[in-house]
Structures are given as structure tokens and as C-alpha cells.
Nanobody, 116 residues
Framework: QVQFVESGGGLVQPGGSLRLSCAASGSIFSIYAMGWYRQAPGKQRESVATIISGGSTKYADSVKGRFTISRDNTKKALYLQMNSLKPEDTAVYYC??????????WGQGTQVTVSS
């Protein structure tokens, strides 16, 4: 089974930027549609951004114009560039297949905290 390891989170001030990385194992990563998900305290997990194997992307309305999802199939890596961060972006961020039901083995995630 493919496994995911997220990194790059941290504490940042409002308006700041972070770049998250997801390292994937498995031999068929290049054909997977992938996504970034986040879960805030007391909230359900939500989809932030998705990218298909060919590179087309979709974003949640809340992050459009601020976040960019990308992938490197050679490195089996997924990235999320987050700019103009807001306190409401505070959450644990995860990567997984899209839709996530196809990849129910979640990593530990990486904590993003946006606070002044």
C-alpha cells in the first residue's frame, strides 16, 4: 500500500507563507489523483486542493488565489504552496489520494498554525 509522510508545517503570522511537502511510497503514484486535506479542531476533514495525474487542479473556494498544489511524479512528491495565510487556515494538513476513499491510510499530517 502507498504511504504518505507530510512535512513543512509550522507557526506563521497572518499574511505569511508556508510550503508543505508530501512524500509518497508505492510504484503507481504517477497515475493517482492526489489531494491535500485539512482538519481543524471540532471540524470534519475537508478537501483543500486536488491534482490529477495529468496536472489539472481544483481548489476549495476558501483557498482559491492563495494556495497552489503541485506534484513531482519522478520524486513521488506532492506540494502545497500556501500564501497570504489566515488564522482560519489553522489545521492539521494531510495528503492522500483523491477521492480519499481510494486511499484510506492517512499519514500523521503536519500542523499549520496561523497566529499573531
Amino acid at each position: 500500500q502507498v504511504q504518505f509522510v507530510e512535512s513543512g508545517g509550522g507557526l506563521v503570522q497572518p499574511g505569511g507563507s508556508l510550503r508543505l511537502s508530501c512524500a509518497a511510497s508505492g510504484s503507481i503514484f504517477s497515475i493517482y489523483a492526489m489531494g491535500w486535506y485539512r482538519q481543524a479542531p471540532g471540524k470534519q476533514r475537508e478537501s483543500v486542493a486536488t491534482i490529477i495525474s495529468g496536472g489539472s487542479t481544483k481548489y476549495a473556494d476558501s483557498v482559491k488565489g492563495r494556495f497552489t498544489i503541485s506534484r513531482d511524479n519522478t520524486k513521488k512528491a506532492l506540494y502545497l504552496q500556501m500564501n497570504s495565510l489566515k488564522p482560519e487556515d489553522t489545521a492539521v494538513y494531510y495528503c492522500n489520494r483523491a477521492p480519499y476513499e481510494l486511499g484510506p491510510y492517512w499519514g500523521q499530517g503536519t500542523q499549520v498554525t496561523v497566529s499573531s
